[in-house]
């Protein structure tokens, strides 16, 4: 086993290699497919549609009541639909002013208006509990209704009194769920208001946190009392709709772009589900405390994640509006979003099941969805409230074995599980939680190495880290001495190499400071750049006194060596600690983004020191400038190789590495300045910063040119375009 970790470098460098090589020429872009819309389902992975089978089709649309006499046979603006655990379908009506019951089969069965002294006035809301008894959030007369399953008045709850609650404020429910205790949860704005079973405030639920501005209260510091009264009020994220979960959770859906649109709140508010992650763990929204986090997760390949989209099927940019929720027994999440018509789908954990619907006229795709139910068959129906209508939508064998797959899972049956998901795979074998599905099998029986393979085909390196951390911990356990024995020896290995190089470093500099006909070969000026790292202020010392005896073709090579360092990271560093894929690695960007900052530095310092009464020439910026870079190689060169016994729960100390790393150059190349200059440390300090503001002029300047060039280019063209047609 000892064997197979050491070749697994060798295996992924050599994939690695050809796959690059094959992909060279295609546009990275090209590699991820783009469902079109409404065509076909699919799943947002990492922000690209990849297209999956047929999840849903239409089961049945209910555009009328039917046979109801005396009654408005057309919904109009409904807002609420809900499917109770009979079977039985309930409209919110809200624009009739009605409750409308209605079977599987979309018969109207019963149409319920309120009590008679005070009918229901633009209803919103509606849950129904297990008894089928009723409750209805009557929004435009602001109480909440309780009736029976005939539909007869049992009792209603209005505004609570509290010291708590601003009696100003007017008590416009609009979406409310009862749980099994008689608590009434209701949506108001930004908040989820609890009540009792005898109309007793009992607080507030579930208010996103707001966070602190420091701009804001710098602008509230100094605005006076007349401009505070302007200034706009940060309130916290409204909540949209709410649903009741078989395990008890509050299934909501909320405008909250920092924490996640969608929520799982447990009793005491707390939200479970899968979060975004631009917050710290503690949830702190602080700079520090994101720096902090970015010290400590390291610039490692992560997937993006989100609910729903910010493009819509035209290519434009918007924010997702989660008009309603649902989830059924399994605790499958499935929600509307308003804009698109989109219904997404998720798994208790919030990983993306199936994407479907869309804006239209025709049957499965929708105007202004309002509200979506699900029933205990998996069927889910969505209201629409500008087609007045419902859509009903079965699921198709594939999805079913999805939710089959996953609920398995989660109840600990992790052969059943596997077996699912290979039959999913059967289907579609690029189906990506199939894989990851596979792999969390296989890791729970414990089969380490073939559940890293398919965390590694799904791109899941959190979970790949996980399956490896306990294959090497296997593999040091079989072969601990082996393995100890190895790290003494590679550690010595690199220590002696060290040495022997700054030592080497040493007798080149003492050749330019003693032999003062000599000048240096590349071999030796190569060497020398190694003294840097013991003696970096005699090395700069002995650049500024020897100009004309430094090897400029060493510096470059060491330039060239710096590029390479950076390319065989790419392919050699461990795959769970990767900081670009190596798919979408391109050659001239990587030489681009590792060697345009110190050549743009070597312009920028000879400009400003120039101004700033400097002694350093060009030459020795340039040499000097290669030599700063030592520490990149040095530091990186025996991180990619260790990379590969390390995975994510060592990813602290191994970005440290690489943030020491960058912090030693960036000393070095202010002591540069400082040396070769010979300036004052307030000196240099300016001169440094100077000098930084003139790189990032240039590089505006570069790209302004090259803008400017490419529209003239175009402009000559069209040119060109007019003389052919008027003259050919």
Same mark, same amino acid.
């Not at 000892?2 to 290699?17: D, P, Q, V, Y």
């Not at 555009?63 to 079977?87: A, C, Q, R, W, Y």
């Not at 979970?463 to 100890?484: D, P, T």
């Not at 950076?566 to 560093?573: A, G, M, T």
């Given at each position: ?339 698109? =018509? $989109? &219904? !997404?789908?998720? +798994? #208790?954990?919030? /990983?993306?099941?199936?994407? %479907? ?5 025709? @049957? ?13 068959? =998996? $069927? &889910? !129906?969505?209201? +629409? #409230?500008?087609? /007045?209508?419902?859509?009903? %939508? ?5 999805? @079913? ?16 599980? !596997? ?310």
């Amino acid at each position: 086993m000892f064997k197979k970790l050491l070749l697994g470098m060798k295996k992924r460098l050599s994939i690695a290699l050809s796959i690059y090589i094959s992909l060279m020429a295609i546009n990275p872009g090209m590699l991820h497919v783009y469902a079109a819309a409404n065509e076909i389902d699919y799943v947002v992975e990492d922000q690209w549609r990849v297209p999956i089978p047929k999840t849903y089709t239409i089961d049945k649309v209910i555009n009328t009541l039917g046979s109801m006499e005396e009654e408005e046979h057309f919904f109009k603006e409904p807002l609420d639909i809900f499917v109770s655990d009979g079977g039985y379908i309930y409209v919110a009506d809200t624009g009739n002013n009605r409750i409308v019951k209605l079977n599987k089969k979309g018969e109207a069965l019963q149409v319920f208006r309120g009590p008679e002294d005070k009918p229901f006035k633009g209803p919103e809301g509606i849950f129904v509990d297990n008894t089928e008894d009723i409750y209805v959030a009557d929004t435009g007369n602001e109480r909440i209704v309780h009736l029976s399953p005939e539909g007869k008045f049992v009792e209603e709850f209005v505004a609570p009194t509290s010291d708590l609650l601003d009696e100003n404020v007017a008590f416009s429910v609009s979406k409310i769920v009862i749980s099994q205790t008689g608590y009434i949860y209701a949506i108001r704005g930004e908040n989820i208001m609890v009540m009792d079973a005898h109309n007793r405030f009992r607080g507030f639920l579930g208010q996103t946190k707001i966070g602190f501005s420091a701009v804001e209260a710098l602008l509230r510091v100094f605005a006076s009392e007349d401009q505070q009264k302007f200034m706009k009020k940060r309130l916290a994220a409204t909540y949209m709709n709410i649903d009741l979960g078989a395990d008890g959770m509050l299934y909501t859906t909320s405008m909250d772009r920092t924490e996640g649109e969608l929520k799982r709140l447990n009793s005491v508010g707390n939200n479970t589900y899968r979060k975004y992650k631009n917050i710290s763990d503690t949830g702190s929204f602080s700079p520090w405390a994101k720096i902090k986090k970015k010290i400590k997760d390291g610039n490692y390949i992560k997937k993006s994640f989100r609910y729903g989209e910010t493009v819509n099927d035209n290519y434009e940019f918007f924010l997702p509006i989660f008009r309603d929720v649902c989830v059924d027994q399994n605790g499958i999440v499935t929600a509307v979003e308003e804009l698109t =018509g $989109k &219904i !997404y789908q998720y +798994d #208790k954990d919030g /990983n993306a099941l199936t994407v %479907f619907g869309g804006l239209g006229e025709k @049957q499965g795709t929708f105007i202004r969805p309002s509200s979506i139910a699900v029933d205990s068959e =998996g $069927k &889910i !129906y969505v209201l +629409d #409230k500008l087609s /007045n209508n419902i859509q009903i %939508f079965a699921p198709t064998q594939f999805i @079913q074995l999805v939710h089959a797959a996953v609920t398995q899972y989660s109840e600990g049956n992790y052969e059943e599980a !596997y077996n699912l998901w290979y039959q999913v795979l059967d289907i579609n074998e690029n189906y990506e939680l199939a894989h990851i599905g596979l792999a969390n099998a296989l890791y729970k029986q414990e089969k380490w190495e073939e559940a890293m393979d398919e965390f590694q085909i799904a791109n899941d390196r959190a979970g790949y880290s996980k399956a490896f951390a306990e294959y090497r911990y296997e593999v040091f356990r079989e072969n601990f001495f082996l393995v100890i024995a190895i790290l003494f020896a590679s550690l010595f290995l690199a220590i002696f190499i060290l040495i022997k190089l700054i030592r080497n470093g040493q007798k080149c500099a003492d050749i330019l400071i003693h032999q003062k006909n000599t000048k240096l070969s590349i071999k030796e000026g190569i060497l020398m750049g190694f003294h840097v790292i013991l003696h970096p202020i005699e090395t700069f010392d002995t650049i500024k006194n020897n100009k004309e005896r430094v090897n400029l073709w060493s510096a470059a090579i060491i330039f060239i060596a710096v590029f390479l360092t950076r390319i065989c990271y790419i392919f050699i560093v461990h795959y769970p600690l990767a900081d670009i894929d190596v798919k979408n690695a391109n050659i001239i960007f990587e030489a681009v983004k590792i060697l345009l900052p110190p050549l743009t530095w070597v312009a920028a310092s000879f400009a400003v020191t120039s101004i700033l009464d400097g002694e350093s020439k060009i030459t020795d910026i340039f040499v000097a400038s290669s030599y700063t870079m030592i520490p990149y190689i040095i530091v990186r060169i025996p991180l990619m190789f260790l990379s590969n016994v390390l995975c994510l729960n060592e990813k602290g100390w191994f970005s440290a590495s690489l943030y020491f790393a960058l912090i030693w150059v960036l000393l070095l190349y202010f002591i540069s300045t400082k040396v070769l200059n010979d300036y004052t440390i307030i000196k240099s300090i300016t001169t440094y910063i100077i000098s930084g503001i003139a790189i990032l002029i240039i590089w505006f300047i570069a790209l302004l040119l090259y803008a400017l060039s490419v529209r003239l280019m175009q402009f000559i063209q069209g040119i060109m375009i007019e003389i052919q047609l008027s003259w050919f």
